[in-house]
Structure formats: C-alpha cells, structure tokens
C-alpha cells in the first residue's frame, strides 16, 4: 500500500502564488510517473502536470508557463509550484502516482479569491 500526502493548499489572492507539495510511502517513487490532478465543483477530475521518472513534464494547457512540476526521488516527493494563480484554478488538488496502478492522495483544497 502506498500513502500520498499532499500539503501546501489555501487562500490565495488572484496573482498570487502557491506551492503544492506530496510526500509518497514508497521507496521506489524514482521509478514511477507522478503527477497532480484537480477537481473543481461539479466538474470532471483533469490532469493539471505530470512528470515521468526521467523527468518528461506535461501540463494542461490552462497552466503552462504558470504552474511547474519537479520531483526529488531522494524525498519521494513531488512538487507544484503555482504562479499568477487564477480564481479558475479553484479546485481540490490531488497527487497521483502511477505504480502498476493508480494511487491517489487525499486531496488539498485551494481557493484564489479576492
């Protein structure tokens, strides 16, 4: 069993920034493709940046050149760093950890409002 625990989430002003952070139980993290996903109110979950175990980023389209991922595999930890946040960026953010299966965080809540 792998536990992901995410931290890093808030209240932001518009403009602002915030950095998302996810710490993994496994000690093997290095191997996998992590990444992080978000859910906003009524709306499907969607993928908001991946990076691969050579470190191959991708990022929806809506967050590029705000938001970047980067990884230490000597923590097991993955990293969102958010910039220029937009009340559009509201949503619960997830980590992910693609092990031979999908592994989920519990999600941190962040919000950018004025």
């Known amino acids: 069993q792998v536990q992901l625990v995410e931290s890093g989430g808030g209240l932001v002003q518009p403009g602002g920034s915030l950095r998302l952070s996810c710490a993994a139980s496994?000690?093997?993290?290095?191997?996998?493709?992590t990444g992080w996903y978000r859910q906003a109110p009524g709306k499907r979950r969607e993928l908001v940046a991946t990076?691969?175990?050579?470190?191959?980023?991708n990022y929806l389209d809506s967050v590029k050149g705000r938001f970047t991922i980067s990884r230490d595999n000597t923590k097991n930890s993955v990293v969102l760093q958010m910039n220029s946040l937009k009340p559009e960026d509201t949503a619960v953010y997830y980590c992910?950890?693609?092990?031979?299966?999908?592994?989920w965080g519990q999600g941190t809540q962040v919000t950018v409002s004025s």
């Open positions: 990076i691969t175990s050579g470190g191959s980023t």
């Open positions: 496994r000690t093997d993290f290095g191997k996998y493709t």
């Open positions: 992910y950890l693609m092990a031979f299966r999908e592994y």
